[in-house]
């Protein structure tokens, strides 16, 4: 037998708690002889006399499958009412949930997004030796969650390193702006993706949340509703929503005020001496399926 000290959370219950105060901790019975990697299909239509070479329309990667024993940590076999309370935990879901992964140093690795789809008992004279599982993962392998905080006063450029492992993908993140002394605009102008340029309206002391990935924007308010008006957006068919390049993305961040020429209607801005608190938060493809979780 192989175990893994690594320990996961799973719709809301975790295996350092699920029994307490024994732990549940990842094991092999047979041991592992492969790590397994990434499996994809390409989409491609036929090919004729005249068309020799078929057309490629992408692929499509067949989503991970996870399959491991958990075991008790002091290596003593399960009760019955401990099965029952393992099984439940295990196969209630009906909708794809977060495994959130763990190290022993309680630092999150990664994330499956799946069910577990199967489950069998090893017998043992006294109970149950431990429960072999099968997780189907939604995706073709787990992502991994980053966030950055930044405090930006007038002006100030920064390198934000996208450590995805898709790299012909954009990433969406999630980007929470709150203007700490003055209403202003925050100005995002990502230099990698050709100067495009996010302008928020940024309330004072109001946070306010982008989901650029869905295009969803919403503040703390009683309801989470914010008009497009509020944040200064006027021309709805040409709003830029932050997304990251793998990789070194340079981020100029800008808290500025808004001019308007009232002849040309030419727009210019102008920093100002204010500060604005700035999160940048996303999860990408981490490329690390199979194995030792």
């Known amino acids: 037998m192989s175990e893994c000290f690594k320990s996961f959370t799973y719709d809301g219950k975790s295996t350092e708690t699920i029994i307490s105060p024994v732990k549940l901790m990842l094991a092999t019975f047979d041991g592992i002889s492969s790590v397994v990697g990434v499996s994809r299909e390409i989409q491609k239509g036929g090919t004729t006399i005249t068309r020799p070479v078929a057309n490629e329309y992408g692929t499509i990667a067949n989503n991970a499958t996870i399959e491991y024993c958990l075991i008790k940590d002091n290596f003593e076999p399960f009760t019955e009412q401990e099965q029952v309370t393992v099984e439940r935990w295990l196969t209630s879901p009906k909708f794809s949930t977060d495994m959130v992964v763990y190290d022993t140093d309680d630092e999150e690795v990664c994330i499956y997004r799946g069910l577990f789809t199967n489950t069998s008992w090893i017998p043992h004279s006294r109970g149950y030796a431990g429960v072999q599982f099968t997780f189907e993962c939604n995706t073709a392998y787990p992502l991994k969650k980053y966030k950055k905080d930044y405090t930006v006063t007038q002006s100030e450029t920064i390198t934000l390193n996208c450590e995805s492992d898709e790299l012909n993908e954009y990433v969406y993140p999630v980007l929470t702006v709150m203007e700490t002394s003055e209403t202003a605009y925050v100005r995002v102008i990502n230099k990698t993706d050709n100067d495009n340029v996010m302008n928020i309206r940024a309330l004072d002391r109001l946070k306010t949340i982008f ?23 006027d021309d709805v068919g040409n709003i830029y929503w932050l997304r990251l390049l793998p990789g070194d993305n340079q981020l100029e961040i800008h808290v500025s005020n808004k001019n308007v020429d009232e002849e040309t209607g030419k727009v210019t801005w102008e920093d100002i001496d204010s500060s604005a608190e700035i999160s940048i938060s996303y999860e990408c493809p981490y490329k690390l399926v199979g194995g030792w979780l």
């Open 211 to 233: 989901d650029c990935k869905h295009c969803i924007p919403t503040d703390e308010t009683r309801s989470g509703v914010i008009s497009y008006a509020d944040l200064g957006w």
